[in-house]
């Protein structure tokens, strides 16, 4: 059976989609299913290609057991339309831009990510870039929400 491949995406690829990217890994390495699923994340910018998360997410990651440490910034390419199943943006602004850049036929692949959640009633993940160390934790609740939910609707598609 062929992955199914999630990417996640924000604008720089420091933050959030680096941050969601590493909490679907956990959950997905939880569940057993990483021979099944493979995640990975990018931005709509080229801002800090080759770059790693941002310090501030990494320490809040950290904190709850998430190391995006091997992570690095990239872009998202005209391929990652082509290649991933689920392309996920943190916010509308992002998916926006993904909308202009993605062939039609690929076009049923883009959602936003809070889409996935349960709890919350935000549907886009804000940026805590130029805020405090709580907008790192925000997100990462947010983002654990979201994941799992993620998580139980590719288990739901999962043939046996």
């Known amino acids: 059976m062929q992955q199914i491949r999630v990417l996640f995406i924000c604008m720089g690829n420091i933050c959030r989609s680096p941050t969601a990217e590493a909490v679907f ?3 997905v ?3 057993g299913l990483q021979d099944k ?5 990018a931005g709509t910018h ?3 290609i080759g770059e790693p998360p941002d310090a501030r997410a ?4 950290l904190r709850r057991g998430y190391d995006m440490s091997g992570l690095r910034g ?3 390419s005209t391929r990652d339309f082509e290649v991933f199943d689920y392309v996920l943006a943190m916010d509308r602004a992002n998916l926006h831009l993904l909308e202009q850049q993605c062939a039609p036929e690929n076009s049923h692949k883009l959602l936003l990510f809070m889409k996935f959640t349960e ?3 935000e549907h886009e993940v804000p940026d805590p870039y130029y805020g405090e ?3 790192f934790e925000q997100v990462l609740d947010m983002v654990e929400d979201a994941a799992q939910g993620l998580l139980r609707h590719i288990r739901d598609k999962l043939p046996g």
Do not use: K, L, P, T
């Open 25 to 27: 890994r956990h959950c």
């Open 29 to 31: 390495a939880a569940a």
């Open 37 to 41: 699923i493979f995640s990975d994340s």
């Open 46 to 48: 080229d801002y800090h």
């Open 58 to 61: 990494q320490r809040a990651a």
């Open 74 to 76: 990239r872009q998202v």
């Open 119 to 121: 709890n919350a009633q």
């Open 133 to 135: 160390a709580q907008g």
